[in-house]
């Protein structure tokens, strides 16, 4: 695929960073390292400035989110920002009843299960999501060389939050929509990449660097029900937004068994969780693409010397592959030690230096 950005759009030193060289599978002086929800959790600068701002109202205050952004470089010095929102802000945008519960997550006030509930979700302007362009813009002013990944949830990950009305271990209501209205759970999933592709495209073209697209609960489906039902979705998405040439990177929780499927929607850099080491990994996506992963967050919890020999596992693993970003397998969790973040990423900095 093409992800050669065209000359003059981006700063150059924010091209040849570290992090976007690892993407385009070039080499890299290190290997790259930022965390999945690096933003927000267990920082006290972020607990201090959330100080009683609820959670999607913070998400559309540009001054806000911009330093939300910046704390985890600031403090760990990591090779890129994400930046800090949520993947239910686009349908919080158009309209959706919705609400983030602190300690459950996204609540949807009334679950889409029918033809009429899906007429409901329109599409996404930029107006929408005007502070999205408003603190891209400052951010990529303050980020200097440092890249800013954009994101946004994958159409069944936001499905399962839409047809649930919330957080699911059993994907229920998600996955009888799926089995026994294929015609309106297509139409459902069609409709979501194209509020998906959206969103992508008015971040990247207010200075994101990279997108990333969560799809952080499709492990729950065997290859072909994904393949048949899933793919064909995300695919669209990554499609849309191909010709701006950044690196297109594509995460789930669970998906060893789908990360060749994952890589085939049309990612550059497909997202690995815990359970499948790196060189396995790489077998199972094939050539042609970047790997991002793979520490399992709970690592951090361990000593020290726990966590340098866990790491040093994930750059050995890594050590044959093309691309490789250094990443926890899942997301920072809020009790975890700032302090143990920051380690890790001198040591992956350090131990990596070439
Ligand atoms: O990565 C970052 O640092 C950027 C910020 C970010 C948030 N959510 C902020 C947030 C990102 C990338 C997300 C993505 C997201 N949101 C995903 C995909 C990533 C993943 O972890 O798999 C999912 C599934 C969601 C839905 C969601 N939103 C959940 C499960 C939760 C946690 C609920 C809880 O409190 O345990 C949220 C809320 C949320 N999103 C918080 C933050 C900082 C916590 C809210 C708060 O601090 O009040």
Request: glycine share 8%; aromatic share 8%; with cysteine.
């Amino acid at each position: 695929s093409v992800i050669d950005r065209p000359k003059g759009q981006q700063p150059t030193a924010t091209y040849d960073s570290a992090f976007l060289k690892a993407c385009r599978r070039e080499p890299v002086p290190h290997t790259p390292v930022w965390f999945m929800r690096q933003a927000g959790r267990s920082l006290p600068e972020y607990l201090k400035v959330r100080e009683g701002i609820p959670m999607l109202e913070s998400c559309m205050r540009p001054e806000l989110v911009a330093e939300i952004t910046l704390q985890p470089v600031r403090r760990h010095k990591v090779d890129a920002a994400i930046y800090f929102s949520d993947i239910v802000v686009p349908l919080k945008a158009i309209g959706v009843d919705l609400d983030i519960k602190p300690g459950v997550g996204p609540v949807v006030a009334n679950p889409i299960r029918t033809r009429a509930d899906l007429d409901q979700l329109r599409d996404l302007t930029p107006d929408d999501v005007w502070y999205v362009t408003e603190a891209m813009g400052l951010l990529t002013r303050e980020l200097g060389a440092t890249p800013l990944i954009g994101f946004a949830g994958a159409p069944f990950t936001l499905a399962s939050y839409l047809v649930e009305g919330g957080p699911s271990r059993n994907h229920e209501h998600t996955k009888s929509l799926m089995y026994g209205d294929p015609q309106l759970w297509a139409d459902l999933l069609d409709r979501l990449a194209d509020i998906t592709a959206a969103f992508l495209k008015v971040q990247i073209e207010a200075g994101a660097s990279a997108v990333q697209l969560f799809d952080s609960w499709v492990g729950a489906l065997a290859p072909a029900d994904y393949r048949r039902s899933v793919l064909p979705a995300s695919a669209k998405v990554f499609r849309a937004v191909e010709s701006y040439g950044v690196p297109r990177i594509h995460f789930g929780v669970g998906t060893g068994e789908l990360l060749g499927l994952m890589g085939e929607a049309g990612a550059d850099v497909v997202g690995v969780d815990w359970r499948v080491p790196l060189d396995e990994a790489a077998r199972r996506v094939g050539p042609g693409r970047a790997l991002q992963g793979n520490l399992d967050p709970a690592v951090l919890f361990a000593p020290t010397s726990v966590v340098e020999q866990k790491a040093q596992e994930v750059l050995d693993a890594a050590a044959g592959l093309e691309g490789h970003v250094f990443n926890l397998g899942h997301g920072v969790l809020p009790s975890m030690s700032p302090d143990a973040l920051t380690r890790l990423v001198e040591y992956v900095q350090t131990r990596s230096a070439r």
